[in-house]
């Protein structure tokens, strides 16, 4: 199987001029990113990022993001994203367990930067890279089963964990979701954050089909509205708060979307009231794609046969099994484990099969439908949360006693955290105050929205707080 630096140099010498990348005003071919990448690539290993070492992204959408991720590539090394939304320790965590020896951020996002591990020797600010002299001559050290990328993702444990996928299986993963984006005639637009596993096998994706991508730093509806208008985009993918704020956007203002013909979306459920709402003012259904950071797609929607409330069929090269509800995969873009992690790798996998913790059956029909999930995770916007790393958030102050976190049903975002707690006898603390303490050390979108101040927390007979009667108890009163 060709690496990802292949496909980008395919794309590189058969369409030098196409555009690969559109931010706003400014404009990069294909031949200007495979340069890029390369100077970027040969400066690395000029300051001694060797192949295997972690080198962290903490950057925006943009060209810099896109020239890093495949500098790493080239040189073999292992691209680190961190969500642009983490806070200070969560920086440090991932810093620290990944072991990163670089670092290419911005300043913005640095300052969060509690201290700098002794093992990051090399620190880049953002834009030193792609302002390198062009280099058309490197060549990559890479081979297809070295890890490419480690993405740090929220589980059912209290630290994320870092998903590790390969070249080979980014690139099988790219190859299955050419069933959604293939055609070299389509402009592919990824309003995501490409420190997500969706924007980043969207740029993958679109590198190995040719593709132009158009993107922008921020989530704007009104600006990627504009950049449909403008670009004749084809197609995007995102989540359900995202076309959300799209269909308000447009309800207020019109744009002509007639160029789109695919409207992906990932991360959460869609809700039948969104599917009418976007149908109004877009003329399209949003073709629902399931996956996760581990393996994505698992199963898609065809754009010519929207199942709406469905996962979909299974999508190319996917194969899955249920067992007790649970959905199983295997496929050859399954990741390779958790980095650093044997003890929750070897948890999930079972005979060589992925195990999901979703659960779903299958209608006779084949098409996937989602039945809940196993773990406890909350999916607010299509951004997990775990319940454990809130609380322990929230047990750093010294009034707490006790703490439960759990996702409360929310028109706009899907879900949303709801934390009961129980404060230590002779202790007092206002709700705002202690929502701030949190706010200091986690990222926003994983702050309670709803803090509530309770006696007691349900138990199990080993003392385990029971979160489904928390739900049950606390969340039904708020």
Wanted: glycine share 8%; net charge negative; aromatic share 8%.
């Amino acid at each position: 199987m060709a690496l990802l630096v292949d496909a980008l140099r395919r794309a590189a010498e058969s369409t030098p001029d196409k555009p690969a990348l559109i931010v706003a005003d400014r404009t990069i071919t294909f031949a200007d990113l495979d340069a890029m990448s390369s100077a970027a690539a040969r400066h690395l290993e000029s300051v001694g990022v060797n192949r295997g070492d972690c080198v962290a992204l903490h950057l925006s959408n943009g060209v810099e993001i896109v020239v890093a991720y495949f500098a790493c590539f080239k040189r073999g090394a292992i691209a680190l994203p961190i969500n642009t939304r983490f806070k200070s320790q969560e920086i440090d965590y991932v810093l620290r367990h990944a072991g990163a020896v670089a670092y290419i951020g911005q300043p913005d996002l640095a300052r969060e930067i509690l201290g700098w591990p002794d093992h990051v020797r090399v620190r880049y600010v953002e834009g030193e890279l792609v302002r390198l002299e062009p280099d058309t001559t490197y060549r990559t050290e890479s081979r297809d089963d070295d890890p490419a990328a480690v993405l740090y993702t929220s589980g059912t444990t209290a630290r994320p964990k870092g998903v590790t996928h390969t070249q080979r299986t980014m690139m099988a993963l790219a190859e299955s979701s050419a069933a959604l984006l293939g055609d070299p005639n389509d402009v592919g637009l990824i309003p995501l954050p490409m420190v997500h596993m969706a924007a980043l096998l969207g740029v993958v994706s679109a590198i190995r089909a040719g593709i132009t991508i158009v993107t922008a730093p921020q989530f704007d509806p009104n600006v990627y509205l504009d950049a449909i208008e403008r670009h004749r985009v084809t197609a995007m993918t995102g989540m359900p708060v995202f076309y959300r704020a799209l269909a308000e956007a447009q309800r207020h203002k019109p744009r002509d979307v007639r160029s789109m013909r695919m409207y992906a979306v990932g991360g959460d459920s869609v809700p039948t009231a969104l599917q009418d709402q976007f149908q109004q003012f877009f003329g399209r259904p949003l073709v629902e794609v399931y996956g996760l950071s581990e393996v994505v797609p698992v199963t898609m929607n065809r754009v010519d046969d929207v199942r709406c409330g469905s996962l979909g069929q299974l999508a190319p090269g996917v194969s899955v099994r249920i067992v007790d509800g649970e959905l199983w995969v295997k496929a050859p873009g399954v990741f390779v484990g958790y980095w650093n992690n044997p003890e929750a790798t070897a948890q999930a996998f079972r005979d060589g099969w992925f195990l999901t913790g979703d659960l779903a059956h299958e209608a006779a029909d084949g098409v996937f439908w989602f039945d809940g999930r196993k773990k406890e995770i909350i999916v607010r916007g299509g951004s997990n949360i775990s319940p454990q790393e809130v609380e322990e958030a929230i047990y750093q102050h010294p009034a707490v006693a006790e703490v439960a976190v759990v996702g409360a049903p929310d028109e706009r975002w899907g879900e949303v955290v709801v934390a009961a707690v129980v404060l230590r006898d002779g202790h007092a603390i206002t709700e705002s105050d202690l929502l701030a303490f949190v706010r200091e050390r986690i990222s926003l979108y994983k702050c309670p929205e709803q803090l509530m101040f309770v006696a007691a927390l349900p138990k199990g007979p080993t003392g385990k707080v029971l979160r489904r009667a928390v739900k049950e108890s606390f969340v039904q009163r708020v």
